[in-house]
């Protein structure tokens, strides 16, 4: 069963920028899918942004242009999968999860990103 551990999570200006770094316990050339979601404060769980094994990246239509994220397939990889973050808005605070697998596979415990305005 793999770990999933985030970091890079903190508190930033409206317009800042973050690096949320996810970093696993396996293989992530295991998992088709690798990802990020978020969860506000009374909201549901929503994708942000995954990277497929093979195939187009797909990305939240409110944070396109602004996230980017990077899954390292290489042989020698990290096993970490990033997710970087610019022009930061206040709504996109948020408790930021990895996703390994799908929505039924394995999950991080989340780190939180908070955008003050």
């Known amino acids: 069963q793999v770990q999933l551990m985030e970091s890079g999570g903190g508190l930033v200006q409206t317009g800042g920028s973050l690096n949320l770094s996810c970093a696993a316990s396996?293989?992530?050339?295991?998992?088709?899918?690798m990802g990020w979601f978020r969860q506000a404060p009374g909201q549901q769980r929503d994708l942000v942004a995954v990277a497929p094994l093979i195939g187009r990246t797909t990305y939240a239509d409110s944070v396109k242009g602004r996230f980017i994220i990077y899954r390292d397939n290489a042989k020698n990889a990290k096993n970490t999968v990033d997710l970087q973050m610019n022009n930061l808005k206040p709504e996109d605070t948020a408790v930021y999860y990895c996703?390994?697998?799908?929505?039924?596979?394995?999950w991080g415990r989340g780190t939180q990103v908070t955008v003050s305005s």
């Open positions: 396996d293989n992530i050339l295991e998992f088709n899918t």
């Open positions: 996703n390994a697998g799908g929505e039924g596979g394995f």
